[in-house]
């Protein structure tokens, strides 16, 4: 059974004002946070998919994962999933995984893969106190249902169709890191300080 890793990090940030995924958490950017866990993890292969311009993937370190580059980004995940899996070999399963959640951990992503059953489930997320959330793994016929379509809900949707298997973790669901806001929450609950934003 192969199951693969694609992360999502082609996004703009426009929320925040400035590219989030480069931010540093403690002694390392946000993005690192999460190609560290899903290489340390045991996902067979692993993607990061920046967007167009390199500021991005020029600003964090890959270890075994595979660069992707998506075009397109305003098109939304489904196009970033697509230039990610273009770059993998094929595979039984594929895990997505976001740039602005450093609190997904390695034990997360191999306690999901571990939980998962190929023959009940065409997928699998996590069910935290506060409700559903990442990392999400998808069925890869299930995910080529949808994967030539455009829209950020598609696999929340196929989620809802399911079956769908809910791993139950006993804490909160780890934060979208979207707002300055949110980098302020994100700071007390990691115990890091944060450098300022830049100012004109």
């Not at 390199?54 to 697509?82: C, F, I, K, Q, Y």
Request: aromatic fraction near 2%.
């Amino acid at each position: 059974m192969i199951v693969v890793g694609v992360i999502v990090a082609a996004g703009e940030s426009n929320r925040m004002g400035r590219l989030k995924q480069l931010i540093e958490v403690g002694d390392r950017p946000m993005l690192q946070w999460v190609i560290d866990a899903a290489e340390a993890s045991r996902l067979d292969q692993v993607a990061v998919v920046t967007g167009p311009v390199d500021t991005v993937r020029s600003g964090v370190r890959l270890g075994r994962s595979v660069p992707a580059v998506n075009p397109h980004p305003e098109l939304g995940t489904m196009s970033s999933l697509r230039a990610g899996l273009a770059v993998l070999e094929p595979c039984d399963a594929v895990v997505k995984l976001v740039a602005d959640q450093p609190e997904v951990t390695t034990g997360d992503i191999d306690a999901l893969i571990e939980a998962w059953d190929p023959e009940l489930h065409r997928a699998a997320l996590v069910r935290y106190r506060d409700g559903d959330g990442h990392p999400l793994l998808i069925r890869a016929d299930a995910l080529a249902e949808i994967t030539d379509r455009e829209g950020d809900r598609l696999l929340w949707r196929l989620m809802e169709i399911g079956p769908t298997h809910r791993l139950v973790l006993d804490r909160q669901a780890p934060l979208d890191v979207n707002t300055p806001d949110d980098l302020a929450t994100l700071a007390v609950r990691l115990g890091h300080s944060f450098p300022a934003p830049p100012t004109a």
